[in-house]
């Protein structure tokens, strides 16, 4: 699985679940809690989809990163873990 | 309108896809009901074992978001009465609860031997947060508009903020919520937070809310990270782990002395302005506020699907939420 294949399916679940679609005003780098686009309790649903579809463990340093907030350090963090 | 032939869902609800049978995709991912017995028996064992790990000498090793209805009530009695737990239940007054909610809140913490704590906002601040919450929805995420309805999500918003912030002051390390399946994602069964280590992904979410709501917003949702960043809160929702039904919860509380009020509209046993939040929602969105709700309740077993169609069938009209809009200042034919 590619960075790719990660990103789209993390984008797909995005638009699926938490409701909103990447385009002019949301790209890979924007930062979805300042964009008001997710709030904790879908941080909570986003992080047990990438558990359970990505077969990783996200810990509590994860979680707390700046990198969680946007699609492309999400990918970034679980292409890390899957290379592990 | 299409809707699940199993939980009733509508394809008015964002994102829902079916499949060709007319089942939703929820349906689909939710497993048989005897394996959700099993998860919810593993729910339940691990909420015990953070019960047993936070067992203390303390005053209180519980704060229970005490709303006065039936399920925060149950709740309350079951950490009580179970698991031995010395709580303390704090109600936030919006200022459209019930009168018949003060006297249960009074009769069941009585009953149960729990202190109890009422808190009151500002009457003015409130109505501003209702107003604007029906007015502009887009302060909250479009996954949490699903979930529940605008006016639902600000106040729960602030309620929660008020118990991590008490928890915070008063050393006290668990928080039980009356959340039922449906309410939250599945995974918030429990919850850790570490107000010190999350309050800059926070800051983003209180800055909105402040931009909405005023200046005056911030004391309410702000959570100050105390001396110890490493400082960690357990929220636990027994409900998730127990299949019952309503009328067996309302049995069970009786001998408290509670009562349903009458005047809260289908889908609430304890607030007035429930109604107003269903009300609109149905109305922006075309699905019940409490849909979600309902279908989980149906996956579960724990609501028939003639029971969850004469609850989503029963919408307040205009008529009926008139004077709270009125209340609150809130033009319902500007919405």
Request: hydrophobic share 40%; charged share 25%.
């Amino acid at each position: 699985m590619d960075a790719s294949d990660v990103q789209r399916r993390i984008m797909d679940f995005m638009s699926r679940t938490l409701l909103f679609q990447f385009g002019n005003s949301v790209g890979p780098d924007t930062d979805l809690f300042q964009a008001g686009l997710i709030d904790s309790f879908g941080f909570i649903e986003l992080v047990g989809f990438l558990e359970a579809t990505f077969a990783v463990k996200l810990t509590d340093d994860d979680l707390a990163s700046p990198e969680t907030a946007t699609l492309a350090g999400t990918t970034r963090l679980v292409m890390s873990r899957l290379s592990q | 309108m299409t809707s699940c032939r199993r939980c009733l869902l509508p394809d008015t609800v964002p994102g829902l896809r079916f499949d060709d049978t007319g089942l939703c995709d929820l349906c689909l991912e939710t497993p048989s009901v005897e394996e959700l017995g099993r998860v919810r028996a593993a729910l339940r064992e691990d909420m015990e074992r953070v019960i047993e790990a936070h067992r203390s000498d303390r005053p209180y090793e519980c704060i229970v978001a005490y709303s006065g209805g039936k399920d925060s009530s149950y709740t309350l009695k079951l950490l009580v009465e179970t698991y031995r737990l010395r709580c303390l239940a704090i109600t936030v007054d919006n200022g459209f609860l019930a009168t018949r909610t003060y006297t249960n809140c009074r009769v069941v913490c009585e009953g149960l031997g729990v202190d109890h704590v009422l808190f009151t906002p500002r009457r003015s601040f409130m109505n501003a947060l209702y107003r604007g919450s029906a007015e502009d929805e887009s302060v909250h995420p479009p996954a949490a508009v699903r979930r529940a309805s605008s006016i639902c999500n600000s106040c729960i918003g602030l309620i929660n903020s008020h118990m991590v912030q008490k928890a915070m002051e008063m050393d006290v390390p668990l928080i039980a919520g009356g959340y039922i399946g449906g309410q939250l994602p599945r995974d918030a069964a429990r919850l850790v937070l570490r107000p010190g280590l999350q309050a800059e992904r926070r800051s983003p979410r209180v800055e909105r809310l402040v931009r909405s709501f005023g200046e005056e917003a911030r004391p309410y949702f702000t959570i100050r990270p105390g001396a110890d960043p490493n400082r960690e809160i357990t929220v636990i929702n027994p409900m998730l782990g127990l299949a019952i039904r309503e009328d067996d919860i309302m049995a069970a509380l009786a001998p408290l002395g509670w009562k349903r009020p009458q005047e809260t509209g289908v889908t609430s046993t304890n607030c007035r302005m429930n109604d107003l939040g269903v009300y609109l929602h149905q109305k922006r969105h075309g699905f019940h506020a409490y849909a979600l709700e309902t279908a989980e309740q149906v996956r579960h077993g724990l609501l028939s699907l003639e029971e969850a169609t004469a609850k989503l069938a029963a919408l307040p009209t205009r008529d009926d939420v008139a004077w709270i809009a009125d209340r609150i200042s809130l033009d319902l034919d500007a919405i």
